[in-house]
């Protein structure tokens, strides 16, 4: 018998009829009987009339008390006045309410197992996932043509981008080749229109043209500092390892696929977000984590298999 279990018993006494003992005991109810019998002043013996084997006795006790407190003679003792009933009367009562705590305790122990089985399944789809999220970064570690492939989108987001940014050095400096010449025309015209001879006049024209001129011939130095920046990117450049390439399509917001098992995943950084999504049983998902790839693909590939 575990720990927790034990019996509820009802004793009857001839020299108080109808007052009825209710309570539990871990030992023998017969025991427990004699005990009350010496233990009391009340003349006679306590007998039992009936006695239960149950499981949680005093939770069980308690419940029992509970459902019979409007027949309890004081709210802490064990005796209980049934008001003339027959002891047959409370012990179909006992029944019935045992048989009822029997279900409650059945539904619970239930909810118990259903719970544990949960996380068992849990824990096992964990172990599943992990395992095949491990086997997809090593299929991707080693698959030269998908690297190449990751590699040259590098490259060609990388080149685009430095076209861009010369394009706008180049509008930059046609603006000031264009305010260099104004300026230049404005001066002259100024100068022979008021027939300006001051020294200043001169002095700040020339600052101001050297200015812009400095602007418009630094324009070279700017476009190879463009091209310096992004060369790191392009193609000769580039490593051929998966992991050092990552952290370059973060940077450029490079989404990547990668397959785990038959699930097409694509990968995104943005910032420390990783955002992934994919197409699983025909419905899409998107979802986004913060903290290692490895890590978030796991969590993603359990939410997809549990939704």
Known sequence: MANDDGYIYILTNKFVPNIYKIGYTKRSPIERAREISRA?????????????????????????FAEFKSYRLDKRGEMFDFR??????????????????????????????????????????????????EKALVTERLDSNYISRIRRTIDRMSREASLAEIEVVKNNSKQLEIYKYGTLAVGAILAVWFNIESFVYYALFAIVFFVL????????????????KHSWYYLENLSQDIDV?????AKLKIKRVIYIEKTKVSVKADGKTIILSAI????????????????????FMIYLKQA
């Not at 029997?102 to 544990?116: A, N, T």
């Not at 001129?213 to 310096?228: L, R």
């Not at 390439?245 to 399509?249: A, E, N, T």
């Not at 049983?281 to 986004?288: A, I, V």
Request: a neutral charge.
């Open 245 to 249: 390439l990552k952290p370059i399509m």
């Open 280 to 299: 699983y049983n025909e419905k899409k998902f998107n979802q986004s984590y913060s903290g290692d790839e490895k890590s978030a693909l796991v969590e």
């Open 84 to 133: 003339g009933k027959e002891v047959e009367y409370v012990i179909k009562k006992m029944d019935n309410l045992l048989l009822k705590k029997q279900h409650k305790l059945k539904d619970y122990i239930e909810k118990l197992y259903k719970e544990k089985l949960e996380v068992q399944n849990r824990d096992r789809l964990a172990k599943e996932v992990v395992a095949e999220v």
């Open 213 to 228: 001129y400095s602007f418009t011939t630094n324009n070279e130095d700017e476009i190879k500092k463009v091209h310096h």
């Open 40 to 64: 009391t002043g009340v003349a006679g013996k306590w007998e039992v009339a009936r006695d239960w084997p149950v499981n949680e006795a005093y939770q069980t006790e308690q419940y029992i």
